[in-house]
Nanobody
Framework: QVQVVESGGGLVQAGGSLRLSCAVSGNIFNVNPMGWYRQAPGKQRELVANIFSGGRTNYADSVKGRFTISRDNAKNTVYLEMNSLEPEDTAVYYC?????????????WGQGTQVTVSS
């Protein structure tokens, strides 16, 4: 069984910062990539950022220069440092972990953590 546990969401004023953490545990190996998605009310879930075990990262254009993703491979933990937050960043943030099982991609998701940015 695999557990994906997020923490670090909350309420912050515009211009502020938050740090999200996500730990993946259980019977899972070679988690690649790990990442964060978000879903705002009435909108589709979108990729915020992801990171591969070798360090390669991808960011949504809307967060480039403001958010930084990092991971601890030994702990299967991924972090998202969010700076200069804007009201448009308000959403439920979901941790995503991908692995390959018998040649097929398997996605694991966290329960989501709310990030609210007030103007």
């Amino acid at each position: 069984q695999v557990q994906v546990v997020e923490s670090g969401g909350g309420l912050v004023q515009a211009g502020g910062s938050l740090r999200l953490s996500c730990a993946v545990s259980g019977n899972i190996f070679n988690v690649n990539p790990m990442g964060w998605y978000r879903q705002a009310p009435g909108k589709q879930r979108e990729l915020v950022a992801n990171i591969f075990s070798g360090g390669r990262t991808n960011y949504a254009d809307s967060v480039k220069g403001r958010f930084t993703i990092s991971r601890d491979n030994a702990k299967n933990t991924v972090y998202l440092e969010m700076n200069s937050l804007e009201p448009e960043d308000t959403a439920v943030y979901y941790c995503n972990a991908i692995t390959i099982v018998r040649g097929l991609q398997v996605d694991y998701w966290g329960q989501g953590t709310q990030v609210t940015v007030s103007s």
